[in-house]
């Protein structure tokens, strides 16, 4: 199997641009018009999803009104959004299956949720997407006026959670069966292979869905249980190869990872040549693990605790995030610059079939939280519209 992306290098290459992408994911009903987070100005926001905390629609209107305000303000051209499991009332099926187990005292109408997210209701620049493509073009005349095909789709595997003493357990909203399963397989097979970027609310397996590493167990030779993103996903990411994919849902796993796919011809096991990562540390000093002869950065003592006895399948090196690093170099943002001009992840920019990977989770951690990031700002070269090949 070729990767989907094969460039002839007997044909003219187009010219790009640097365009600045605003990642963010898992707001959680904060806003930066209220002093949740900061959106620094860039050409397009990306929300991966979970925009509240259960998708009542004051919720929702909330996060509808700081998203449109940031298009009205200027801060930013195009806004992309999708849901996540937390908005609940955006996926009626489920909640006329499980609403009720949640929203006991004030009951939602979905259609009236969904209203929010119309062409009528949102600023014509927001392009909301539930498992559906688009082409965005920008034409800002102040702007990169580069365009990409976007896919955004807010489903991912199955989780059950405990709601109180009279519930045994509830679904979340956009979710399918765990891999292996066919519909985890089917779910995601209708991704165009023309796409430049993916934003899926969950991640893929072993990519920034957990700890920093992906381990397998050195006395059982099985995988740790660090990962918890969705395999059929990982496979459909080699497949596809987006320029740029950003997500959420796991908020451990904020962070950024370059990734440098096999060439499909020769692939055994991991079908990912090389990672490149960089994970936020949380409380406590940054530590090393490894056998002999390997040396890894994956975070705090904690984190060393739960995988030790562990070995490692692929290679990793790690991102310095000069927004956790100093307050004075860029204290409002996290930057990955990945354009040709870049001297992060070794000085060269991305190159054709390979992708950014983006957890951009803002929350940080599991309820109740514990505490905020920043948001992860990409700077990526995209094909100019409306000009010939150089």
């Known amino acids: 199997m070729l990767p989907a992306k094969e460039q002839d290098p007997s044909l003219p290459q187009k010219r790009t641009r640097k365009t600045r992408f605003i990642c963010v994911a898992d707001t959680h009903n904060l806003s930066p018009y209220q002093g949740g987070f900061k959106v620094p100005k860039g050409d397009v926001l990306i929300h991966a999803g979970d925009m509240t ?52 005292q004030n009951p939602q109408d979905p259609e009236t949720c969904l209203s929010l997210f119309s062409k009528d209701s949102l600023h014509p620049a927001v392009t909301f997407l539930s498992h559906a493509s688009e082409h965005i073009i920008l034409t800002s005349p102040t702007g990169p006026k580069t365009h990409f095909n976007v896919f955004g789709s807010p489903y991912t595997p199955i989780h059950i959670t405990k709601v109180n003493d009279l519930c045994e357990g509830s679904r979340w909203a956009f979710q399918y069966a765990a891999h292996p399963s066919e519909e985890s397989e089917d779910m995601w097979k209708g991704i165009p292979l023309d796409t430049d970027i993916l934003v899926t609310h969950g991640p893929p397996y072993s990519h920034l869905d957990g700890y920093p590493v992906s381990a397998t167990s050195v006395s059982t030779g099985k995988l740790a249980n660090t990962q918890l993103g969705c395999e ?15 997500f959420g849902h796991i908020h451990e796993g904020r962070g950024c990872r370059r990734v440098m796919w096999r060439d499909g011809k020769h692939v055994t096991g991991m079908e990912e040549a090389c990672a490149c990562c960089h994970l936020e540390v949380e409380d406590g000093e940054r530590i090393s693990v490894g056998g002999e ?75 109740p939280y514990g505490g905020v990031n920043k948001a992860v700002v990409v700077d990526l070269d995209l094909e100019v519209w409306g000009e010939d090949y150089t």
């Open 293 to 367: 002869g390997e040396s890894l950065s994956i975070g705090t003592t904690e984190m060393a605790e739960r995988i030790s006895s562990v070995t490692h399948d692929h290679a990793q090196m790690e991102w310095i995030d000069p927004g956790a690093v100093d307050e004075r170099i860029n204290g409002k943002m996290s930057s990955v610059d990945v354009t040709r001009r870049t001297r992060m992840f070794g000085g060269f920019g991305l190159r054709d079939g390979e992708t950014l990977m983006v957890n951009a989770a803002i929350v940080k951690g599991k309820w």
């Open 232 to 246: 059929s996903l990982r496979k459909t990411c080699w497949r596809v190869r987006p320029k740029l994919h950003v």
């Open 53 to 104: 905390k259960q998708g009542t629609y004051g919720e929702l209107k909330k996060t509808v009104g700081w998203i449109n305000k940031l298009l009205e303000d200027g801060v930013v051209e195009r806004a992309i959004i999708i849901a996540g499991n937390h908005d609940l009332t955006l996926d009626p099926p489920f909640y006329a299956s499980h609403g009720h187990n949640w929203h006991t």
